[in-house]
């Protein structure tokens, strides 16, 4: 085990409530976050084992010119294809899993807490618990669908079918609810939300 004494919290929502704004509100009060998009990244630059594998698997048709690996293609085929998705989850996913984990134990030493900022976290609980990623809490941001949708819209300046399409390809917000320690609300305007995370952060 490698969380004897650190506590783990992990972070999530659904598309649009407003997770990367919680987390931002988090790392400037200085607390230590993990990005799991950020990582998910990282593990498929140029010359990584997860690059070398995706290659194998789906072949040079997923490089940009400069040989990094166009996300957005790769996107489109697994998006459509189950197989497809399930081989790519098999390549990037340990890695994920062992730099998430190597960077657990180098936050802990400086460190009590250390949140991890993962938009699938419910989803791929499952996943992470078996990998020996678990978590202490887990808080989930929240706002009904009709404000996901409407945030989804305006930051991404696309339509409602599209944004829809978006959020429905997630576990409904609703049904994370049960999985959450801690609902950070965000139904209301920025101000309230950074109260509502001030508040939770305010108890360790
Ligand atoms: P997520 O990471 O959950 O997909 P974001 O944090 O990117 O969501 O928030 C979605 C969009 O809504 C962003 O453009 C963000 O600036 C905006 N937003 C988030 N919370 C609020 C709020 N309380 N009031 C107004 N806009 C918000």
């Known amino acids: 085990m490698i969380q004897n004494k650190v506590k783990i919290i992990g972070l999530t929502g659904g598309i649009g409530t407003g997770k990367s704004t919680v987390s931002k509100i988090i790392r400037d009060r200085g607390f230590p976050i993990i990005d799991a998009d950020v990582i998910a990244r990282e593990v498929v630059e140029i010359g990584e084992v997860a690059y070398l594998k995706i290659i194998e698997t789906f072949g040079e048709q997923i490089l940009n010119n400069d040989k990094s690996i166009d996300r957005k293609k790769l996107g489109n085929i697994v998006f459509c294809n189950p197989d497809s998705r399930l081989a790519l ?6 890695q994920i899993n062992k730099k998430i984990k190597d960077e657990i134990l180098n936050y802990s030493k400086n460190n009590d807490i250390i949140f991890l900022d993962i938009p699938l976290l419910i989803e791929e609980l499952e996943n992470f618990n078996e990998a ?5 809490e887990i808080w989930l ?10 945030r989804i819209i305006e930051r991404d300046n696309t339509d409602y079918e599209s944004a829809i399409r978006r959020v429905e390809a997630q ?34």
Not at 132 to 136: A, L, R, T, V, Y
């Open 89 to 94: 989850n098999r390549i990037v996913h340990p």
């Open 132 to 136: 020996g990623i678990q978590f202490d």
């Open 141 to 150: 941001v929240y706002s009904d669908i009709e404000t996901q949708l409407k």
């Open 171 to 204: 576990l409904p917000i609703d049904e994370k609810l049960r999985y959450a320690n801690v609902i950070i609300n965000n139904t209301g305007s920025i101000e309230e939300l950074i109260n509502n995370v001030v508040r939770e952060l305010n108890m360790f």
